[in-house]
């Protein structure tokens, strides 16, 4: 198999596994907690229902989050098609594209229709103001990984030898060659 397939591979099963994940776990919470809020030390499992973007952001405008999230998906995965990537972010990346797909079965499935359904928030962590679900927490992780990957990885002498590269052909021209 090669390079690129691995990191096919690897984003589909990482996505797909966060996205089953999430939608189970969603369906587990609405089954359980129904409109009971539970608290377990900091935590609180409350279902929210959100039909706007990220931290309730254009409340309502489910049908314009939908296809936000379902262009911002189309791009992430032309990218890992088109992309010499490394193996190694390819979970981080595949975590980021199952989280997106989380929520966007969401908005596709869920009431009041789709294109308008509601993504499903069941977990809160104090102090953090917001109720969130796994298809976040995988989208926020994989976005940092991918992050910190990226400052990482960048090599600091790549501008010096695209530098030297430059003086080194100043100075063949300015030699006659």
Known sequence: MDRREDLSRAVLVAAMVV????????AAALRLLGDVDRS???FRFTIVRNPGGPFGVADGASLIWTGVTAAILIAAVTFVGHSQVDVRPAVAIGSVIGGGLGN?????????????GAVIDWISLDPYPRVFNLADLALRAGAAIVFVMVLVTRDPTDTASVHKEIVDREVEISDGG
């Open 19 to 26: 996205a089953v994940v999430d939608q189970v776990s969603k």
């Open 104 to 116: 966007l079965l969401d908005r596709l499935l869920r009431q009041p229709g789709a294109g308008r």
């Open 40 to 42: 377990f030390g900091p």
